[in-house]
């Protein structure tokens, strides 16, 4: 969603479009409209108390839905909206600005009406030639459906709750050393030699004995069960086997004639839809009264009898009327087993579905013999694994011990890589968990390499730090440093931020019915 928000425009017009967006989410929840509506209306959330009802939320989304219609058009809009954190994120922005506005209310925080004129007519969409227009004012409001009341009361909130980020933009301050340090620590270059200890190195002296193997195998023995399958027949009766159709009244199971030409294709539908739900009950009865197979069912009603493909117990289909785990459970239920019709199970889509056993293999335990090899090499790798670990940090502690690199190889057994010049951006074939090892294991000390170990896919990478090249502080120019001291700052100033807004609401009472947020959200 943010992405959108990024790529929008810069025109004037868009400018005042995302003020209003942004004043929006800022006074809902701290103005009585909040608290305002139906009293019989589901309550979405409470906050100390305060409710937030569905009332409230869904004329939120509204807004919010509106705003984005129209500044990035019905089409971007109605993506959105359709996100799955919509909801959430809607019901949050009112929590968090009711909890903002309740501490702005509990420090006395006030606004002149001196200030709020000031920064209104500091707006340059509100400005002709450099100056402010009250009546551009008033008429670019009323092209967005705002009153100056509206605005001006949802700036004022804006700028009270402006006043709490005093603090926190005063902590998240950054020196000019700090920028020096973050671009130098951007710059490094460093020379790293490495030894890979793979665990394929420890797969023969893994292996398991067979008596390890089997007794693995009984004291896991459910996790080697053959679940049951069978094979089934079935029909599937709905709306459609009745469309254009008429049942005899003197056998409404059979002998089927067209109805009238004439007849719209609605009425045939509606016609349909009738016929079928007036046969529900004789098509149940048809299958109690003839268990032992669904001939007759599907001669009554001119249905084809299919057959499943084979059917595993507790895995549904990916497609097809087994999608459904409860017709999964029919086909499996104690009925069917004992080789009688199925009952009939209404699907989601209103069809009934019934079916009839063809082949059935009951669950069983697989013999030690079928899958010794898995077992096999099952331990065979996590023995192999730790194996792999523990060889590696023994040969890490001798090295640093030894203060020598050299002692990795393990007597020429792990070869030593060396890669130059790594940067953070160019690994010089470091994968990315030794890359990022590599620039935060320290520098060597007195030409001694720093040394560490990382997990790789194929085992353990042992890292010597072997030397680094730092650029000089006066080589950084100021304005890069400036924007990095900016930089700096306004992240420091958003952490605090968020951990303020955190604390508030740690320290608040917020329930959130979730039941009556889903169903409202989707």
Do not use: C
């Not at 239920?333 to 579905?353: C, I, M």
């Not at 700096?488 to 605090?496: A, Y």
């Amino acid at each position: 969603m943010m992405d959108t928000f990024r790529n929008f425009g810069q025109s004037w017009v868009a400018k005042i479009l995302m003020i209003l967006i942004a004043l929006s989410f800022v006074l809902w929840g701290v103005s009585g409209y909040l608290f305002s509506g139906n009293s019989s209306s589901s309550t979405v959330a409470t906050v100390d108390g305060q409710k937030i009802s569905d009332t409230v939320f869904q004329k939120r989304m509204k807004d919010v839905q509106a705003r984005y219609n129209h500044v990035f058009g019905a089409a971007t809009a109605a993506k959105m909206v359709e996100d799955k954190s919509f909801g959430l994120d809607v019901l949050d922005g009112l929590i968090n600005n009711m909890l903002l506005g309740a501490e702005a209310r509990r420090l006395g925080l006030r606004v002149p009406d001196t200030a709020l004129a000031k920064k209104i007519e500091s707006i340059p969409a509100f400005q002709e030639k450099g100056v402010f227009s009250k009546s551009h004012y008033q008429k670019l409001l009323a092209a967005n459906g705002m009153t100056p009341a509206q605005f001006e009361g949802m700036l004022r909130a804006s700028m009270r709750m402006e006043q709490l980020q005093v603090i926190p933009q005063a902590i998240a301050t950054a020196s000019n050393a700090e920028a020096t340090r973050v671009w130098a620590w951007s710059q490094e270059y460093r020379d790293v030699s490495a030894v890979d200890i793979r665990d394929a190195d420890f797969a023969a002296a893994a292996k398991p004995t067979s008596a390890k193997v089997a007794a693995y195998y009984h004291a896991n023995v459910d996790q080697f069960q053959l679940p049951a399958q069978l094979q089934v027949q079935y029909v599937v009766l709905g709306p459609k086997d009745f469309v254009g159709k008429r049942l005899s009244p003197t056998n409404p199971a059979s002998n089927v004639s067209a109805v009238a030409a004439e007849q719209s294709a609605a009425s045939f539908n509606s016609q349909a839809e009738n016929a079928f739900q007036a046969q529900v009950e004789n098509f149940k009865d048809l299958l109690f009264s003839s268990p032992d197979g669904l001939a007759a069912v599907a001669k009554a009603y001119n249905l084809k009898i299919q057959e499943s493909g084979m059917l595993t117990a507790g895995r549904v289909l990916a497609q097809g009327p087994f999608a459904d785990a409860r017709a999964l459970d029919l086909a499996f239920s104690k009925a069917v087993l004992a080789g009688k019709n199925s009952t009939a199970l209404r699907l989601a889509n209103g069809d009934l579905l019934a079916v009839h056993l063809l082949h059935y293999t009951p669950g069983s335990t697989q013999p030690l013999s079928a899958v010794v090899r898995s077992i096999t090499a099952k331990l065979s790798s996590a023995k192999a694994k730790k194996l792999a670990k523990n060889k590696a940090q023994a040969l890490l502690a001798a090295a640093r011990q030894a203060k020598d690199m050299n002692v990795l190889t393990d007597g020429g057994a792990h070869p030593l890589h060396t890669y130059l010049d790594i940067t953070r951006r160019n690994g010089q074939g470091l994968d990315n968990a030794a890359l990022a090892a590599a620039f935060t294991t320290p520098a060597p000390v007195d030409g001694i390499p720093s040394m560490d170990m990382v997990k790789t896919p194929s085992g353990y990478q042992i890292l010597a730090i072997t030397h680094v090249t730092a650029p000089s502080a006066a080589a950084i120019n100021p304005k890069v440093a400036a924007q990095i001291r900016t930089s700096l700052e306004e992240q420091r100033s958003r952490l605090l931020s968020i951990a303020y807004l955190k604390d508030l609401r740690e320290h608040a009472k917020v329930e959130i019915n979730d039941a009556q947020l889903a169903q409202i959200a989707h």
